[in-house]
């Protein structure tokens, strides 16, 4: 059975592995096409997001570097959401192969893939937050939160994956639509 735990284990492993080089432009390890594969390509991008974000923030960042860096997460970010729903596919034909016609089955208003990519983002917190623990920067209270926000994402997943496993709950795959990336529906980009 699948389990949130080894979800997180990989994608700290997967962060740990980015801070050997800590550099946005560092080749992707490559990635399988099965479960663990493109959680460890969306743990990548996530990191790589990451610290792009951080980058963007620099005081001296200006001009044609701030729109470079803007649109390079934004092409990030559709490469997030194209990941969330490749796993919500895959994650959908495992633990629920065939659809479901109850009209008494329970649905979420989060897929586990996005769950998922709540718990990518918190391990980048954790990760981060205890260097920052580290050099004094932060109290530990503020890492302690974080741990506890940890345990319940992972129970909460745990109890999704079963509760889809046994059909209590229908996984219904939610289509993120970037309107603003899509130069047929952005103004912006085809007016």
């Known amino acids: 059975?699948?389990?949130?735990?080894?979800?997180?284990?990989?994608?700290?492993s997967?962060?740990?592995?980015?801070h050997e080089t800590d550099h946005v432009d560092a080749k992707q390890p490559s990635s399988s096409k099965d479960l663990d594969g493109l959680i460890a390509a969306k743990g990548w991008v996530d990191v790589v997001q990451w610290h792009l974000e951080d980058a963007i923030r620099a005081p001296e960042l200006a001009g044609d570097a701030v729109i470079a860096l803007k649109r390079r997460i934004d092409a990030c970010n559709q490469q997030r959401t194209d990941a969330v729903e490749a796993i919500d596919a895959l994650l959908q034909s495992t633990l629920q192969p065939i659809e479901s016609t109850a009209w008494d089955?329970?649905?979420?208003?989060?897929?586990?893939?996005?769950?998922?990519?709540?718990?990518?983002?918190?391990q980048l917190k954790r990760y981060h937050m205890t260097i920052e623990v580290k050099r004094g920067s932060v109290d530990q209270s503020q890492l302690d939160a974080l741990h506890a926000q940890y345990h319940e994402l992972i129970a909460a997943m745990d109890q999704l994956?079963?509760?889809l496993a046994t059909g209590k709950?229908?996984?219904?795959?939610y289509k993120q639509y970037k309107l603003y990336n899509d130069p047929s529906t952005n103004p912006s980009l085809y007016g």
């Open 1 to 12: 059975m699948i389990q949130a735990s080894d979800m997180a284990q990989l994608m700290m």
């Open 14 to 18: 997967v962060i740990e592995t980015y």
């Open 105 to 122: 089955i329970s649905t979420r208003t989060e897929t586990l893939g996005w769950a998922l990519d709540r718990l990518c983002i918190l």
């Open 161 to 163: 994956i079963e509760d």
């Open 169 to 173: 709950v229908s996984y219904t795959l």
